[in-house]
Structure formats: C-alpha cells, structure tokens
C-alpha cells in the first residue's frame, strides 16, 4: 500500500469516527424489557442511547423547545410567531427515541407506558414502575 492510499484510507476512517453511527438497538439490546430484568435491560439500553448521542432526551437535559419563537420583522419591528426548526429537529429524534425505546420493552411493559407521548416520560415512568423492584 502506497503512503498516499494509506494517508487516504486514515483520513477516511477519521471522519467516519468523528459523528456516531446509528446502530439498530434491536442488534445491541438482547433482553427486553420484562417486569423482571429492569437492571439487564436498563444496562444495555443506557450505553446505546450514550453511545448515539442521545441519552440527554431520556433523561429530560435536551427539553423541547417551544413550538413557535417570535420574531420581529427588521423593518417594522412587528413581531409575529413562526415555526421553530429547533422543534421539528426535537420531536423528530424523540419520536425516533421513542420509537426505539417501545420496540425494546415487552408487551406487558409496553401496555405500561403505550399513552405516554415522550422519550423522556417514558423512561421516567420504567425507572419509577420498576427501579424499586429491581433493588428488592
């Protein structure tokens, strides 16, 4: 191999580490969750959601932002509200989150937790429903 492929082939390998790659959690979490394995489960999902950058929406640190922002019209100063990109972006990975999060649960604990609408109320609700039992 020539120094020049080689130094290629590095630089590569170096912006492909540089953003996480999405992994199917369903190739990575072995166990679901049952009523009786919260801290088996909860051990190979934390990782996972770690590892894709993810975690601070289970855990509440990355909230949803508002919906609308106001913006004044440089010319007029009226301000009006328009649609915040920064919300899309936010319900889009939740829902993924979300998404991924259910499909790991089985369907007894699913039934738990089906009505909740996020990421973050989800994860509270397992840590609430079964940490306690885990630690008995």
Known sequence: MSSSSFDSFTTVDIQRSESPSILTMSNIVTVKLSPDNYILSKAQ???Y???QD???YLEGTIPKPPKYVSVSHPETHVISETPNPTYSHWLRQDNLILSTLM?????GVLAQVVNHTTSSVVWHALDENFSSRSRA
């Open 45 to 47: 999902m934390v990782p």
């Open 54 to 56: 993810l975690f601070g």
């Open 103 to 107: 499909s790991s649960l089985t369907e």
């Open 49 to 51: 959601f770690l590892g």
